[in-house]
């Protein structure tokens, strides 16, 4: 079964400052891993996704098969990027079907 | 830009009673999707639809759960008898056809069970 965790329920960095939101999967096979944002009030989105190899709003995820990670860094914090971050998983047979991590709330300080 | 809309926003119900959450994908989209959250805990897949039928289902899809497509717009989730347990923010989300597409969720019903 595929699992994702984010060991990090609460993140918080003054702005400017570089930050880290770590996602570590379990899943047999190569999967697809996203990252999904929820801002206060706001629906669900995708910020990213490892297919893409984007950078979005500052944002880069590393897949590491070898770790089984895909952290989301951002060197230079920003304030208006506040917000619950999930790690999410598809992969396989099990397509479309997204599991999610806990998610980390991540608060920037002025 | 088209997004995913749901309804209601809250549902109150008293346990047993039936409930239909209704949700409105975007238009030119194939792929269907439930997710619930129960509070404090993560997002949950329920049940993915396409082309008229369930794709998947979870474990948590059991028979009190069933999905429908009544017609070209709406993408239902309905509950037959709900239990306090049932109680959780409802995602509905769509997607286009193909793999590892993103998918865009709606703001969420929130049902309330007492």
């Known amino acids: 079964a595929q699992r994702v965790t984010q060991p990090e329920k609460l993140l918080s960095v003054f702005k400017g400052a570089p930050v880290e939101l770590k996602c570590n999967y379990s899943y047999s096979g190569s999967p697809e891993l996203f990252w999904y944002v929820q801002y206060s009030r706001q629906r669900l989105q995708l910020l990213l996704r490892h297919i893409s190899r984007e950078s979005i709003k500052g944002f880069t995820a590393d897949l590491n098969k070898g770790e089984t990670s895909f952290h989301l860094k951002k060197p230079f914090a920003q304030e208006e990027d506040s917000a619950m971050y999930y790690c999410?998983?598809?992969?396989?047979?099990?397509?479309?079907?997204?599991?999610f991590g806990q998610g980390t709330i991540l608060t920037v300080h002025p | 830009e088209p997004e995913v809309t749901q309804t209601p926003s809250h549902q109150v119900t008293q346990m047993g009673q039936e409930v239909i959450l209704r949700c409105v994908p975007i238009?030119?989209?194939?792929?269907f999707y439930w997710y619930r959250q129960i509070l404090g805990q993560k997002v949950e897949f329920l049940v993915s639809?396409?082309?008229?039928?369930?794709?998947?289902k979870s474990e948590i899809f059991d028979d009190q759960f069933s999905v429908e497509r009544p017609d070209g717009s709406n993408f239902t989730l309905k509950i037959r008898s709900t239990k306090l347990e049932d109680s959780a923010m409802y995602f509905c989300?769509?997607?286009?056809?193909?793999?590892?597409?993103?998918?865009?969720f709606g703001p969420g019903t929130r049902l309330t069970v007492t």
């Open positions: 238009s030119n989209h194939l792929y």
């Open positions: 989300a769509s997607s286009p056809p193909g793999p590892y597409y993103e998918q865009y």
């Open positions: 639809f396409y082309n008229n039928e369930i794709s998947e």
């Open positions: 999410a998983i598809e992969g396989g047979t099990s397509y479309g079907k997204l599991t």
